[in-house]
């Protein structure tokens, strides 16, 4: 079985740009978080999608938006890009209710990642 | 707010010998999950072991191992038998329990490096 899925692998944009990520999750996982990983440091709450609703919210300016589709795919969307928004960005799945044999129901599983370059 | 300390940016152990990563927290919550996650140079974050507060006794995932000090608030990573292929950033993770989704609180890492 597939695990979760990212695309692209790499972004290159400029300063005030848009850019859309996406987020395959693992087959059955109805939840998805982003995470923002920032070069030197760990990940940091974006967002947290359950069931095609926002559920949380990290500390980010509304530049940055998700929506969660029927399938339980995701997109993070980010306007008017800044220098720092320069990072690799992390989407997670995790089973909610009855996991897979071998999947942990409170456990978050990680995608590859897409790495974005702002210039 | 629950927070994440790594202390230790950067470890180094010969193969075959034993490493300890630190990691302490701080949460006002009784119930809560706490993991280790390992990211080698690809980037990819793979979980490496999990502890639920609730359980006194210590993970264990064949290598790996967790000393959990719950009212030290302290949850230590041990590896035996270190590996090259053990080489990476190793984060230590803290999500709630209860809540039907959670979120992650990260550490800023520990860079492991095992060497020959």
């Known amino acids: 079985d597939a695990g979760v899925t990212q695309s692209p692998t790499h972004l290159i944009k400029t300063r005030g740009q848009h850019v859309t990520l996406r987020c395959s999750p693992i087959?059955?996982?109805?939840?998805v978080s982003w995470y923002q990983q920032v070069l030197g440091q760990g990940p940091q709450f974006i967002f947290q999608?359950?069931?095609?609703?926002?559920?949380g919210r990290g500390n980010f300016p509304d530049r940055f938006s998700a929506r969660q589709f029927p399938n339980y795919s995701s997109e993070l969307n980010v306007n008017a890009l800044l220098l720092g928004d320069s990072a690799l960005y992390l989407c997670?799945?995790?089973?909610?209710?009855?996991?897979?044999?071998?999947?942990?129901?409170?456990?978050?599983?990680f995608g590859p990642g897409t790495r974005l370059t702002v210039l | 707010a629950q927070t994440v300390t790594q202390s230790q940016p950067e470890m180094s152990v010969q193969e075959a010998e034993t490493v300890t990563l630190s990691c302490t927290y701080d949460?006002?919550?009784?119930?809560?999950?706490l993991f280790w996650y390992k990211q080698p140079p690809s980037r990819q974050m793979i979980l490496v072991i999990r502890?639920?507060?609730?359980?006194?006794q210590n993970a264990t995932e064949n290598r790996f191992s967790v000393n959990f000090q719950k009212a030290a608030k302290s949850f230590s990573l041990k590896i035996s038998d270190s590996q090259l292929g053990d080489t990476a950033m190793y984060f230590c993770?803290?999500?709630?329990?209860?809540?039907?989704?959670?979120?992650?609180?990260f550490g800023r890492g520990t860079q492991l490096t095992v060497w020959p």
């Open positions: 997670a799945s995790r089973a909610v209710g009855s996991g897979r044999m071998g999947m942990s129901t409170d456990t978050q599983y």
């Open positions: 502890q639920e507060a609730y359980k006194q």
């Open positions: 999608y359950y069931e095609k609703e926002e559920r």
């Open positions: 993770a803290y999500a709630d329990r209860g809540s039907t989704l959670g979120r992650l609180y």
């Open positions: 087959s059955g996982h109805k939840s």
């Open positions: 949460t006002s919550e009784n119930n809560y999950y």
